[in-house]
């Protein structure tokens, strides 16, 4: 099992970003991606989640409004778009499959 993800950079506040998470070797059947961020020097903090079988979608309050979680099931790849960015919304965000498999992370950095 590998999870990669991608699409993370340096925003401006309001901006917005798609992140990535490209998945091998298991199929999109069963189970839920979650995405995980942690900030510089804080603990895990959970964002959203998506489970890859149905599409039945969560996300956390902080974010209510301003991301979107969607699965490409043909080509394995999970998806957060994120919109209206804070300086808050700065972190490594981590997907993860059950939180038990977990990719290396992409960096968000969101500052003018």
């Known amino acids: 099992v590998q999870l990669v993800e991608s699409g993370g950079g340096l925003v401006q506040p309001g901006g917005s970003l798609r992140l990535s998470c490209a998945a091998s070797?298991?199929?999109?059947?069963?189970?839920?991606i979650h995405w995980v961020r942690q900030a510089p020097g804080k603990g895990l903090e959970w964002v959203s989640s998506?489970?890859?079988?149905?599409?039945?979608?969560a996300s956390a309050d902080s974010m209510k409004g301003r991301l979107t979680i969607s699965r490409d099931t043909r080509n394995l790849i999970v998806y957060l778009q994120m919109n209206s960015l804070k300086s808050g919304d700065t972190a490594m965000y981590y997907c993860t499959r059950d939180y038990a498999y977990w990719g290396q992370g992409t960096q968000v950095a969101v500052s003018s």
């Open positions: 998506i489970h890859v079988g149905d599409g039945t979608t």
């Open positions: 070797g298991f199929t999109f059947n069963n189970g839920w």
